[in-house]
């Protein structure tokens, strides 16, 4: 079982930068397929990026590419996601995900993942 703790969530311009954190505790941390999902009020949850296991495979949504960076440091066991030119639309609680099944595949997919962060808040005030 991976318990994620997310952190780096808060208040933020519209324009302006931050950078989520989630860090894992389980050993295998470093094997995952890990992802950052977002949900907004009255939508549903989607996603936002993605990132292979060794950290040189990325999937970005649409609505985010190059605009938002995913990265991660499995020493650390630690995934982040850069949050840059911030727009009203950005304003959801950010979940990070892992997902365990060894997979080479960055999926998009909510069912394709297995854990999931407590979630962390990210506002954009205008």
């Known amino acids: 079982q991976v318990q994620l703790v997310e952190s780096g969530g808060g208040l933020v311009q519209a324009g302006g930068s931050l950078r989520l954190s989630c860090a894992a505790s389980?050993?295998?941390?470093?094997?995952?397929?890990m992802g950052w999902f977002r949900q907004a009020p009255g939508k549903e949850r989607e996603f936002v990026a993605g990132?292979?296991?060794?950290?040189?495979?990325?999937n970005y949504a649409d609505s985010v590419k190059g605009r938002f960076t995913i990265s991660r440091d499995n020493a650390k066991k630690t995934v982040y996601l850069q949050i840059n030119s911030l727009k009203a639309e950005d304003t959801a609680v950010y979940y990070c995900?892992?997902?365990?099944?060894?997979?080479?595949?960055?999926?998009?997919?909510?069912?394709?993942?297995?854990?999931w962060g407590q979630g962390t808040q990210v506002t954009v005030s205008s």
């Open positions: 389980e050993r295998t941390f470093s094997t995952y397929v």
């Open positions: 995900a892992a997902d365990a099944h060894f997979k080479t595949v960055v999926s998009a997919g909510v069912s394709a993942y297995d854990y």
């Open positions: 990132i292979s296991s060794s950290g040189t495979k990325t």
